[in-house]
């Protein structure tokens, strides 16, 4: 179906209806199938296509500039009822953050290290505040940056492709773009557990993890997009019903147990420890083949990552999503002035050596002081919401 352009303008003084004539122009640029950012209008659903599909549409600058701009847009037009937004047909939603150019930046010294994490965070937050319905369809790897732009919406429709993670801990940065506000809160202790070993939950599994609102089958995706779109002037019940309607559809997995429900006892104990020491401390002593493999993982993870997260969670807890993001803000330009995330990058994405040498190199060696540091407030440079 082809791209509404222009459709009815608002009434607005001539020079601001300008401005509106270009965005909409713009708009209808930007669906160009070479794009990286497709945004269309169709009947009253603004669309957002993630289109990066050779590096599993991971977000650069431009296009996280772009998706703020045009949801503060589409939230304000009377004719928008509500945003979709996903990835070409394949095998990624999104697998985060173009973490490779944010890394390339950092060693150049240019300010993309503060403006990319300051925009992040204002689109996450932006999602999570958005007055329209927005129905994110993450089918396929959804990881990081991915998870920040679907799961502060209202809805989040998983498929049997769906994978999510936060892996942020292999790589020397943090669980961010929101982390700290929605892994606690998942039951018992699974937040902290996926924050820390960076665990992959697949398919049916991200809905019964409380992380997805619903479970579609990813064939039936096109035909569900196609009747949101044909919804007139929809309420978010009307949304709801629809979305409904698809999930008890479905029967892929449905018998299937939880994959992590026969643990979650060893989880909530473990992983209730106040220290990440304490966590080692307590997988060594359970001795079991799950704890061995966790403890195994947590070895591999960047030791001030680990100390930097579990503070994020714990404090994340009890404050506001907008809070939390101000705390990441503050965390990501302390984790970019370390040496750990330069060379996680070198060994998960450049080298590939899957063998990073981190500095520190063990838990005991990252001081409480250091901890402290990386959450202090950067006065006029904090992140203003």
Known sequence: MAARVLGRLPRVKPFNRLQVILQHLKMSKQTDSTAE??????????????NRPKILNALNFSMIQQMHSQIKTWEKDPETFLIIIKGPEGKAFCAGGDIRAIADAGKAGSRLIQDFFRVEYSLNNAI??????????????TMGGGVGVSVHGRFRVATEKTVFA???????????????YFLPRLSGKMGYFLALTGFRLKGRDVLKAGIATHFVD?????????DLIALESPSTENIADLLNSYHVKSKVDLEKEF?????????????????????VQKLKQDGSPFAAKQLETLNKMSPTS????????????????????????????????????YEGVRAV?????????????????????????????????????
């Open 37 to 50: 950012l497709l945004l269309e209008k169709r009947g009253g659903a603004g669309i957002i296509t993630l």
């Open 128 to 141: 999570a505040t958005c007055k329209k319905p927005y129905v994110a369809l993450i089918d396929g790897i």
């Open 166 to 180: 936060m892996p942020e801990t292999a790589i020397g940065l943090f669980p961010d773009v929101g982390g700290g």
């Open 218 to 226: 990813s064939e039936k995706l096109p035909a569900l997009q196609k």
């Open 259 to 279: 994959v992590l429900d026969e643990h979650m006892e060893k989880i909530n104990s473990i992983f209730s420890a106040n220290t990440v020491e304490e966590i």
């Open 306 to 341: 680990l100390k930097i997260t579990l503070r994020q969670l714990r404090e994340g807890a009890s404050m506001s999503l907008q809070e939390v993001l101000r705390m990441e803000y503050r965390l990501s330009q302390a984790c970019l002035k370390g040496p750990d995330f």
């Open 349 to 385: 994405l450049i080298d590939k050596d899957h063998s990073p040498r981190w500095r520190p190199a063990a838990l005991e060696e990252v001081s409480d002081q250091f901890v402290d540091d990386c959450f202090k407030p950067l006065g006029s440079n904090d992140l203003k919401l």
